[in-house]
């Protein structure tokens, strides 16, 4: 069984910085690859940041040179350091295997989440 549990989010004035958390169990291996989502309302999942199994990083351009993926094997946790936050990045942030696929996003199993708010 999977777990996902998100940590780390709050409230942040825009420039700030936080850095989240997701910490993993069950049959979920952050070493395989992971990646971080964020929900905005009414906006549909967006995968924001992946690591693959080799230690890749892909970003999308909104956030490149402001957010870090990583992840530690040994934790089984997957963080994302998010600086210089501006009021885009407001939403509830998920981890979960890295996909753009919809339709597959649909048959994950997801955490909670955490909420990041930035105040302008």
């Known amino acids: 069984q999977v777990q996902l549990v998100e940590s780390g989010g709050g409230l942040v004035q825009a420039g700030g910085s936080l850095r989240l958390s997701c910490a993993a169990s069950?049959?979920?291996?952050?070493?395989?690859?992971m990646g971080w989502y964020r929900q905005a309302p009414g906006i549909g999942r967006e995968l924001v940041a992946s690591?693959?199994?080799?230690?890749?990083?892909n970003y999308v351009n909104s956030v490149k040179g402001r957010f870090t993926i990583s992840r530690d094997n040994a934790k089984n946790t997957v963080y994302l350091q998010m600086d210089s936050l501006n009021s885009e990045a407001a939403a509830v942030y998920y981890c979960?295997?890295?996909?753009?696929?919809?339709?597959?996003?649909?048959?994950?199993?997801w955490g909670q989440g955490t909420q990041v708010t930035v105040s302008s």
């Open positions: 979960n295997v890295p996909t753009t696929d919809g339709w597959e996003q649909r048959t994950l199993y």
């Open positions: 690591i693959s199994s080799e230690g890749a990083t």
């Open positions: 069950g049959s979920m291996l952050v070493s395989n690859g």
